[in-house]
């Protein structure tokens, strides 16, 4: 089912790097195995979440937790997750930086037959200076705005290799010559685009060329302001652009169980892993720190959601009708209890009370 025909969507943001996504060293263990992921895949397929994504990561942040330093690679993960799944989307990530649309196109087609038509691809413009930096990958005659001008490059690359027999294109950034791409890939017209750029030029590009964006902001009010701000771009293109969010959810009994995990939590904040990370990503294009930055001082990279399970439904449904979001990307502390407790004692309600009335 293409993207647009869905309403409301809840995925997975795959454990495939260290520590996860809260910079604390009390924790539960996410040791980015693929043993881990594989469990993970499986028990969300079985429960019935919409999409998986992973990230692709090429240097962590350090600390005394050694944060994001053992990562898996997307492609690979995803392509070998979809043999384990049956009905859930797989969505993989690409640095346009780094790799050729010409061999990302094949990639991803092949993903898309190992998956049965479930495919889809994360595309990253790229903005980590020193991963790329290490590779000698960086070219820093590129600044954000031309970063997105080679990314528009690059996708309007790939999705003609998937759409045309054969390809001549001689742009600024890449050059095809008479060049081929088969097989095509199972989903028609193409497999699912996503894209998580927020500044005015991430979300145009967001809108013309891909079927969904990730949207953040370091208030629930800034995630609403930039979702709509999306979709408003995306209707001056003609698109129904879905918008997402990512949130880390920490369950408990009560809310006032939930509520000690996450003080827990943030008690054993790595600061040292926590200024690295600070340090890579550096400033936004107009001078401020990132969302994920401001969100990341206090352990949890991402906005959280605690509470019991009701309450859990209730905040969830407010948050996506508030911030006019089309779904939510999530993230859990412990990615088997967690991930189950949700997906049996939250989802299923939420599902229902979120369908428009009859």
């Not at 590129?142 to 003609?160: F, G, I, K, P, S």
């Not at 088969?182 to 005015?200: F, H, M």
Request: hydrophobic content about 40%; some cysteine; glycine content about 8%.
């Amino acid at each position: 089912m293409r993207l647009a025909d869905q309403d409301y969507m809840f995925g997975i943001f795959m454990p495939m790097a260290n520590g996860g996504w809260i910079i604390s060293d009390t924790t539960p263990s996410i040791d980015a195995s693929f043993a881990l992921n594989k469990q993970v895949a499986m028990l969300a397929d079985r429960l019935g979440f919409d999409f998986l994504l992973s990230m692709m990561k090429w240097r962590g942040y350090g600390g005394k937790t050694g944060h994001w330093d053992n990562s898996l690679e997307s492609l690979m993960l995803m392509s070998a997750l979809s043999q384990v799944t049956e009905r859930v989307k797989i969505w993989a990530t690409a640095h346009t930086l780094l790799h050729n649309p010409a061999v990302i196109a094949k990639m991803v087609a092949t993903l898309d037959h190992a998956s049965d038509g479930r495919a889809g691809l994360n595309i990253v413009s790229g903005a980590y200076r020193g991963e790329f930096e290490q590779m000698g990958a960086w070219s820093p005659e590129l600044d954000h705005d031309a970063r997105y001008d080679r990314a528009e490059e690059w996708v309007q690359v790939l999705t003609r290799l998937w759409q045309e027999e054969r390809v001549d294109f001689d742009g600024a950034y890449y050059r095809m010559v008479d060049c081929i791409a088969n097989p095509k890939p199972v989903s028609q017209p193409r497999p699912d685009l996503i894209c998580a750029g927020t500044s005015e030029v991430g979300l145009r590009y967001t809108a013309r060329y891909t079927d969904a964006g990730f949207v953040h902001g370091a208030t629930e009010e800034e995630i609403g302001a930039n979702s709509r701000r999306a979709k408003q771009i995306g209707a001056e293109y003609g698109k129904d652009l879905k918008m997402f969010a990512m949130y880390t959810i920490v369950p408990g009994a009560t809310d006032a169980e939930a509520e000690a995990r996450v003080m827990g939590y943030r008690a054993g904040a790595d600061t040292q892993a926590i200024a690295n990370m600070v340090a890579s990503y550096g400033r936004k294009p107009d001078g401020k720190e990132s969302a994920l930055v401001a969100r990341a001082r206090d352990a949890f990279m991402t906005s959280v959601i605690f509470g019991a399970p009701e309450t859990l439904r209730q905040k969830i449904e407010y948050t996506l009708r508030f911030c006019d979001l089309n779904g939510m990307m999530l993230i859990f502390p412990d990615y088997i209890e967690d991930l189950r407790l949700f997906g049996t004692d939250v989802l299923p309600p939420l599902r229902a009370s979120l369908k428009p009335a009859a």
